[in-house]
């Protein structure tokens, strides 16, 4: 494989891998929760519960919204990149690779265009009691599903790109 095009699909991989790690952590780490801080403890939203929920739902909903879009880019990028790299990575490496990428690809369009729709839906009818189970279902596939695949595909890069030097 040509140096350029081999440079070419590892940085589309850690491109697809760093904004799809990263944007987990942004948004659960520090969007949600500094978001609902802020509307706790700002006098403006002390009196009414209800204004305060929606707009936690804006921000975080509109993230995740934009999130779900991203995470499709960035399964595209990866799924890319170890098509350039399938010849020069050890096979076991490419196909664990590509069986975690096609996991986290089908992950993230369930959440984008099944489970995001329905927490939408729960929400405008205000049925709270079903918006909580969708949200704790949207977050447990990100955070106990995709989360560790992410950090695994990480590792099996670091393997080929050992491999690929020694």
């Not at 939203?45 to 921000?59: I, N, R």
């Not at 729960?122 to 106990?144: C, P, W």
Request: positive net charge; contains cysteine; aromatic residues 12%.
């Amino acid at each position: 494989m040509p140096f350029v095009r081999f440079v070419f699909a590892r940085w589309l991989f850690s491109v697809g891998l760093a904004l799809w790690l990263g944007g987990l952590l942004a948004i659960g780490a520090i969007v949600a929760p500094v978001t609902a801080h802020f509307l706790q403890s700002h006098p403006a939203f002390g009196g009414d519960p209800g204004q305060k929920a929606g707009l936690l739902t804006a921000v975080v909903g509109g993230s995740l919204r934009v999130f779900n879009f991203v995470c499709y880019v960035c399964a595209a990028l990866l799924l890319a990149s170890q098509a350039l790299l399938w010849r020069t990575t050890p096979r076991r490496t490419a196909l664990w690779s590509l069986v975690i990428t096609l996991a986290l690809t089908v992950s993230a369009l369930a959440l984008g265009f099944i489970l995001f729709p329905m927490m939408d839906a729960a929400q405008a009818a205000g049925r709270m009691n079903a918006f909580d189970i969708l949200h704790k279902r949207y977050e447990a596939v990100s955070t106990d599903f995709q989360f560790p695949l992410l950090l695994l595909l990480a590792l099996l890069a670091a393997m080929r790109d050992f491999s690929a030097r020694h």
